[in-house]
């Protein structure tokens, strides 16, 4: 029996999650769920699965939910606030913790899983973008197991070989991973139509349902750029053992290329409860609830290069990638401010790189190993691109 915390209980892949561990109550029992704004869907979600504890992240919301836990009958404990959310990362109960909170809010949490030796499904890329090598070394230190969630990341873990080590391409006959994205809406948009793209165009991804962050960043390619760094730090991989494949129809997942011209793939549909189960039961498989693939419904399967011009985040990315933690940490930051502006509406789609490009070159390069200047270079990257946001700089 796996006791589990889902962090980010609330949003698409803390939803996803609960869905596969109903299915399984044999299984798995809840420890915590944790959400930040809906509270009532918290509240209807720790009644439903009966959650020793909820988390409430923003601490100004407490008496909100304790009045909406009466009211909905909850009787899990209910507590808020950041050191709650690491406290129920590594309880000596939990053995399992689901890494779905979005954008650098998750980084304290997982890595409080990661320190505390827990299986860590990460959803969270951000994570590792912003303290990819303190991560991985904690990881280590601690003996947690670390299982990508990310469906591509997910997919490369699945076509590896299993005597794969950490870094080791060629020992293992790799050629490279082809990481593969479906270029999101604007695949084949005129571009200088670009500047008129609206939020709900943007928020209308083609093949997957996500979270409004993701979702954008599915348009511009910033989630297939920190999936690029992403997959550096978990297969310690460089960036020229990657290459980025558009692939509209989002059924290859991933692949993995070897020196003797064999490629691997891993294939489905397009529903994040495949790498959910994946990553709770490996190295055993269980029913996630995903239909299966229909061969004889399948149409084309299409492959081709991404363009630059039409994608800068992602060349963004991969340059950031290549010089190092604090850029990769700060073209996060400005990245999460950038597309919340967008959302909100107060900067068009094009500004979106634009204001990432300007924050990484206005920021003199420095070198960031500890917890504290990652977190100190994340908050004056997150400046910059507000101030850039304002117009002011
Ligand atoms: P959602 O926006 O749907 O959900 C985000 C979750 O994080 C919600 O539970 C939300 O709470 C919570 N949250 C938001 N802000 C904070 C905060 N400041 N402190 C604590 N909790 C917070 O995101 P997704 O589920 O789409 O994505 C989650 C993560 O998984 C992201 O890092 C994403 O990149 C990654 N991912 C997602 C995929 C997907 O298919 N959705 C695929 C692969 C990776 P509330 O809703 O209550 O405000």
Known sequence: MQTVTVL??????????????????????VFALTGNNQLEKLMEQAKACSARYVVVADEARYLDAIALAEQYGVTSEILCGAKA???VSSDAQVTTVMAAIVGAAGLLPT?????????????????LVMSGELFIDAAN????????????????????????????????????????????????????????????????????????????????????????????WLFGATAKDITVVLHPQSVVHSMVQYTDGSVIAQ????????????????????????????????????FDSPCYERYPNLQLAIMACEAGQAATTRLNAANEVAVAAFLEG??????????????????????????????????KARQMALSLVRGLR
């Not at 980010?8 to 803390?14: C, D, N, Y």
């Not at 593969?180 to 084949?188: A, K, L, N």
């Not at 055993?284 to 239909?291: L, S």
């Not at 900067?347 to 300007?358: H, K, L, S, V, Y």
Request: proline letters at 5%; one cysteine or more.
């Open 85 to 87: 959310l690491e406290e």
């Open 141 to 232: 230190q601690s003996g947690a197991e670390i299982l990508p969630i990310d469906s591509e990341h997910n997919a490369i873990f699945q076509c590896l070989p299993h005597t794969f080590s950490y870094g080791q391409f060629a020992a293992s006959g790799i050629h490279q991973i082809l990481l593969t994205g479906s270029g999101g809406p604007f695949r084949t948009r005129e571009l200088s139509t670009f500047s008129d793209i609206t939020v709900s165009e943007a928020c209308a991804h083609p093949n997957w349902s996500m979270g409004r962050k993701i979702t954008v960043d599915s348009a511009t390619m910033m989630n297939k750029g920190l999936e690029f760094i992403e997959a550096c």
């Open 267 to 302: 294939l489905g549909n397009p529903d994040m409860r495949t790498p959910i189960a994946y990553g709770l039961a490996w190295p055993e498989r269980i029913n996630a609830g995903v239909a299966p693939l229909d061969f004889a419904q399948m149409r084309d399967l299409s």
């Open 8 to 29: 980010g209980a609330t949003g698409s892949i803390g939803c996803s999650t609960l869905d596969v561990l109903q299915r399984h109550p044999d299984r798995y029992r």
């Open 346 to 379: 107060q900067i068009g789609f094009t500004r979106i790189a634009e204001i990432n490009q300007e924050t990484l070159n206005r920021m003199e390069p420095t070198i960031v190993s500890s917890l504290q200047q990652i977190l100190e270079e994340d908050q």
């Open 111 to 127: 890595l409080a899983a990661v320190k505390a030796g827990k299986r860590v499904l990460l959803a969270n890329k951000e994570a």
